[in-house]
């Protein structure tokens, strides 16, 4: 059975004062299964560069001979072809004859040794131009990307269990795992934390599993809560605590501590 993309999503806000763009875009960023996870994220830096109302993502490395992404003027003309990695200057060139502008993100240990080889082609394309990224800052914005990400999730999970709690007059209960590292609410999707968070939990001890393993925060139809708190903690040691306020059910972020997690009485 043939794998399938993994869908993921940003959400992007553009203040680009050198091109006076000024834009906010809900990425929906679907990663093929050859596709690392580098990779993605140079397309996603690629979308904040040359953002726009008309910038699209091309259906990937699915589909050859099409740009990572491109934007089309109201004539249906490709005005900007975007290419990431090291493509092949044949393509280059082809992708040069067929759009008003042409950028490549050039990224990985074998960018310098590409470019000296297809440097005396791709010079003379006028409407080319190549941008080199350096390795570690793809390192430090994905860990963000994925740090910031796991944080919205789970805001939104929490914050969707007392809606339903209060809209629908039933209790609704958001559940974390930490063995298996997943969170949502009871019932519905689970999502997985990236294995380069630490992830803790506090929970009362009535919703908290024998091995305390699962602890779950449960929302109650007139507002308040069992109370209890998430906190995500990235590589450098700085972290945020997501904490529910039993009394209110409110869904509340603060900076992590270095205490212990664990059941509550």
């Known amino acids: 059975m043939a794998l399938k993309s993994t869908v993921f999503r940003f959400g992007l806000n553009v203040s680009d004062m050198d091109r006076g763009y000024y834009g906010e875009h809900a990425l929906t960023v679907a990663r093929h299964p050859s596709e690392n996870d580098e990779r993605m994220m140079v397309r996603v830096l690629a979308f904040a560069l040359c953002a726009a109302d008309d910038l699209r993502f091309g259906r990937g490395l699915s589909t050859e001979d099409e740009a990572d992404l491109y934007a089309e003027s109201p004539d249906g003309r490709i005005r900007l072809w975007i290419d990431v990695g090291l493509p092949d200057e044949r393509w280059v060139k082809k992708a040069a004859a067929r759009s008003d502008e042409v950028l490549v993100l050039a990224y990985g240990r074998t960018a310098g040794m590409w470019w000296q080889k297809a ?25 963000t990307a994925q740090y910031r990400s796991a944080v919205r999730g789970i805001v939104t999970e929490m914050r969707a269990a007392r809606q339903r709690a209060q809209s629908e007059g039933v209790e609704a209960r958001f559940t974390v795992n930490l063995r298996e590292r997943t969170y949502g609410m009871e019932g519905g999707e689970r999502h997985a934390v ?8 506090v929970a009362a ?56 997690a664990g059941a509550t009485p």
């Not at 209890?228 to 972020?253: A, M, T, Y």
Request: charged letters at 25%; zero cysteines.
């Open 119 to 143: 440097r005396a082609t791709l010079e003379r394309l006028a409407n080319l131009r190549v941008m080199a990224l350096a390795p570690a800052s793809l390192g430090r914005m994905y860990e």
């Open 194 to 201: 990236p294995d380069s968070l630490q992830l803790r939990a």
């Open 205 to 260: 001890r009535q919703e908290t599993s024998a091995d305390g393993q699962e602890m779950g925060i449960r929302f109650l139809p007139r507002g308040g809560a069992t109370g209890g708190s998430v906190d995500l903690i990235r590589p450098s040691g700085s972290g945020v605590r997501l904490r529910v306020d039993w009394f209110s059910g409110r869904v509340e972020q603060e900076p992590a501590s270095g205490e212990a």
